[in-house]
């Protein structure tokens, strides 16, 4: 069975990859109104504002609120079938909690943070567009049973912390320990190690049990931070390889390798998005890697005419061979996605696969005779 | 020498995966009257409560006690040889302690927090039943020796904070610092980094103490976190991977793998149990994992009518072979308990395992004539 | 050439591990004086104390420094030439520090701490026996570099951090703000995210500032964290490494693996010390390791009449390899050191080793016939 | 194709390593008009200064100024090529920013810090010369994408905490959450836990998103903290790697390795400098690590006269060989940079390669005769 890695790519070269910067200037374009509306939230929100920018900030919030209507409506029409639960059920939040609030507002006289207030509701359009939220809702996703765990684990050690408390400094301080709730109060602001001041312990056995509610709090929080940070770690990893893994299609000289080698090379590759006009590496700069073009096009300047080299092509590996200098500046000629080998993985690389040591030996004594990189 | 991993799973098949679920529901109920008494605990500790209010929660309370009381009997009865100390004496608490404090408040006429204060002592029961609990208290007996070093290195440093806070602010604040204790007090809650502001040093010398003080809890943080969190992943990783050993088993085509690739894949598969309906991959979406059935049944809806697969057997591969989009959806036709294998590790598992790969490639171009998942 | 990991312990079997228990009592022993020592002087530190209970404690203060002196002339007569630099000055300013301290008392009447506080530095004590301080100390020495440069960076934030509140607050705050040393006090305070809240900007810029100084804090958090949490780790897996590559040359069934091969068991082999009567195992649960004795005798109670095992047998393998539950009931007949092989490496080890596959094998078969394990 | 990894290093043996020290001793005296210029600043910013004290700081300052002008000018007569943007940015603002102070404070009469503040400026030479920051910012550079998502999340989880603060917040307590941007300074201090205590919530409700945000603020450091550790661990040792690259190239024992066993043993070995008379092992100690020297001599001490070992030599292979304690106290005879390699890794290193193992058998035996070490 021959295990076609490069077919997705070979037809939409790149193309996850340019689709996620596209989706960023989308997600930027997106996000000017959210922007716009927030910061208007927020203004609206001080008391001393003069009725002129107050009406105008109005108007500003009643426009994008059009906006919005108008783009759900749009939406509806074209009966996307792209459009999903959650996604819609946010673009239909931004319409309706505003209405309501306005609704409300009027019906009851009541001041209910008032419709402006509610405008806030935006924010979750910049929380649902965001790839680190739905990064971090997929590690929440994974890690969910070690996650709820420790959670309750939590609720628990919270519990018995504020039990004791209160039971111990509830006669000397009836007004901020008087009852579990706010005993409960306390132990969150103490295990978390916030801290704020407002409760603090008296007492001998209150000030022993204090202390060790701080410890477990550091204890929770390192297997809190554990789970995350590792859970984060892995599904960065993971997505990187699934990215890079289409990256490495469009070097030729990757095409030859095995596939157990190429999970290792995918897994070692580092990619890089420059803009056109970037210096990549600087003629004599100590050099600890060398570079594959994926995309776009670099302009090489050693001591004669520049030279120009186009996806496919590699650099830097005579600094990794000879241990000298960078023999060249490289420059970006247009945008530019490079993958970046390590000078580790290059020694691994080639002492497993004597065909691409070769490829690599040829182009290094070619370019030796006339333009060393 | 053969060795039978499946043989343990072979006769409950997915029993250990299934048994937690069970025991999951179990705890629930169990967890059921203790979340009662536990609110009417917390309830009952509100100084302005009417009576009418105060005497129903005490009788909830004399219910579940009255309920654990039976429970405790029937166990004694029985005479349980499955009941284990540790657990054994938490039934016993939960009913002696509350009935200790009555009696005592009888006799004394004090209220040492009462008997329903004491109810809290229930809380008990969650901790012992909770699974994230015993996950930890693992961990903790299996680094106890790194956690002890920690905790005396704690100790000392917190000693001799409090020595030197005391020597160098005790004339200025004697409130405060007046003695070794109370220093004690101003080092725990600095070096934890709480900082509830009850204690500040107010001399140049005693701020530059309390700077050095942060640096090291911040240090002692580090370890003590660093050690928790690595023993949590390890333990976490070792009660994966034979969960994972056992569900590998109803799943024919691993049953060609020699020992060592075995290792490799149980430790690369990520078990996932679904409810039935829910959505497995979409037609269109990107794929970066294939999926191995454990137990239960899901149900392919590509452009034809939809095709049921049953336990044992595996889809979602095309994706990764030939890096095309999802070509079909797949929902849980019934409670269902996945195996999924990354990108990654299916590249390795197919250079690795001829027969595995040609396995996998007869049903994809079977399924590619028709069904192309 | 034929590397023999043993012969260090073919002398002296389990030596290390024995002498750390033996250090350990010693330990206690010796840390028993400083403990009665430090207890006075923290109770010494108390205001309102009767002159008796002073009288007493100085006396038993008096005691313990005499005790020092004489263990000091005893080293000095002996002439020990295993005495080192650094454990000669602790000694040495246990007995000078307290004695200069009642000279200076008496000499100006001044009251700087009093030779009781002096006694703390008795403290040093223990830190110079405790193995957590050494062990810390070696990984404080192993990443001083990069400990160092996160430091000097920490010390130049913090500069930056105290510089500019200073410039934003001075004005409004001239009490809390007004020097810079007076700002770098608020800098360390939230750089650490301790926050007493005795000194908190109030305009709009000096609080943006304080936000971006409290996520800095986050960051060099982290980065010492990070550096102390790896660099412990890999200390302690040193440690164990050493420990347990003489542990492994007191079982036969190992001195047939090759080099390589002893490596990865040592380094997947897990310690534990048992007193005598522990549990080791208990029929019925569900086996996840193997067991193989160091040191010591274990009982065996299955159907028939228990069974003793002595150093360098193993025990626990069957439910490795069938799957079933613990058949029997293993306890420590005496103290006992354990080496714990998990399922997972079990697997990799009898794969890569047919000869100890085999051993296994056939005590797994002789002992299935009678006890089985 | 034949790689040559050392011929870096043949030319100059050392040069990046002695480089760096040579460097390292150039920043130091860089820095101490820096040091100096600060220190100045810091004591000036004191309200209390005598008029003679204030003058003479002035006239430091001026002659601070004095010779960042100087040097600037001379950089820009020798028109180095070398001087790349950020270096002389930084240069340049510290003879601008102090110039427009002072300018600005005459012309205005204004007291904006004056131009003894501005000169804290110099700071950023300091920062510009720190290794540990140009390290943190490569980690920076390489972590961008991930650092900005997680930042964008924590600002949006900043701006719903504020708002709801707000909402629930704003009637209780208007001087403290009486607009979005005073909530946002309480969510802020609550989200990095750091809990000043100026702005606590006191409705139920604003108590329970107070604990929400607690736990989410840790949730985020979690995160935070994981990706920089991480990223500096990452860094640390790919610089680690490319530095003991050419520090083997010094032995002449690796030359024999193939190109994927050298990497593996490029990455066991630590490097150690160490200064002249520095002990690098005592006799009697134990032994879990062999030495080799790159740069410098040592002397070894046993029985006889004292034998001295120059570079490419190495030693303490017999006590990982025979598992005796060291036989030979060694000390540095002269400035000393050594690589370690831990018993772990030389057992791996002596299986994999025949070679290796001969020659370090013969030089052993050889010793063995004489001075074993």
Redesign the interface.
């Known amino acids: ?1 021959k ?7 070979s037809a939409t070269p790149g193309a ?1 990859h340019g689709a996620q910067a596209g989706g960023l200037t989308g997600t930027l374009i997106g996000a000017l109104p959210v922007a716009l509306g ?1 910061v208007a ?2 203004v609206l ?3 001393g504002l003069s009725t002129t920018l107050r009406l105008a900030l109005d108007g500003v919030l009643t426009m994008i609120w059009c906006l919005y209507l108008g783009q759900l409506i749009a939406t509806a029409l074209r009966r996307d079938p792209d459009a999903k639960g959650a996604m819609l059920l946010v673009d239909l939040a931004a319409v309706i909690v505003p209405l309501a609030a306005l609704v409300a507002t009027l019906a009851t006289g009541a001041d209910l ?1 008032g419709p402006s ?1 509610a405008c ?1 509701v935006w ?1 979750l359009k ?2 649902r567009d ?4 739905r ?2 809702a997929r590690v929440l996703a ?1 890690e969910a049973h ?1 996650l ?3 959670m ?3 609720g ?1 050690v919270l ?2 912390a504020a ?1 004791l408390a ?2 111990v400094e509830r006669d000397a301080q ?1 007004q901020t320990f ?4 706010q005993a409960m ?1 306390w132990a ?3 295990l ?7 409760a ?1 312990p008296q007492s ?1 056995i209150g ?1 022993i049990l ?2 060790v509610v ?2 477990s ?3 929770v ?10 859970g ?2 892995e599904e ?1 990893r ?1 997505r990187d ?2 990215n890079n ?2 990256l490495v299609s469009a070097v030729p000289l990757f095409r030859q390798l ?3 080698e ?2 290792g090379i ?2 070692a590759l ?1 990619p890089r998005d420059l803009p056109a006009g970037a210096v990549v590496c600087r003629k004599g700069d ?1 050099g ?1 890697q060398m570079f594959f073009i994926v995309e776009g096009r670099v302009s090489v300047a050693a001591t004669g005419a520049p030279v120009e080299l186009g996806p496919g092509a590699f650099f830097g590996e005579m600094a990794l ?4 200098p960078r023999t060249a500046t490289v420059t970006a000629a247009s945008a530019l996605t490079l993958l970046t080998l ?3 993985d290059f ?2 690389l ?3 696969n ?1 065909e691409i ?2 490829t ?2 040829k182009t290094a004594l070619q370019r030796g005779g006339a333009e060393p990189l």
């Not at 008087?178 to 709730?181: A, K, M, N, V, Y």
């Open positions: 069975m295990v076609r890695p490069f077919s997705r790519v996850p927030l939230v927020v929100s001080e008391p943070g207030l806030g924010v910049l929380l965001s790839t680190a939220f990064l971090v994974n070690n709820i765990g420790v309750s684990l939590f628990i519990f018995i039990l209160y039971a009836p008087g009852s579990i709730p109060w969150i602001v103490t978390s190690t916030t801290g704020y001041g407002d603090v001998f000030r204090a202390g701080m410890m709090g550091i204890g929080f390192a297997l809190w931070a554990g789970i995350l940070a590792t984060f770690a960065v993971r390889f699934v893994w289409q095995g596939s157990a190429l999970v995918v897994r580092k100590a600890d061979i000879s241990g000298a390590h000078a580790q020694q691994i080639l002492t497993n004597p040591a070769e690599i030996r």
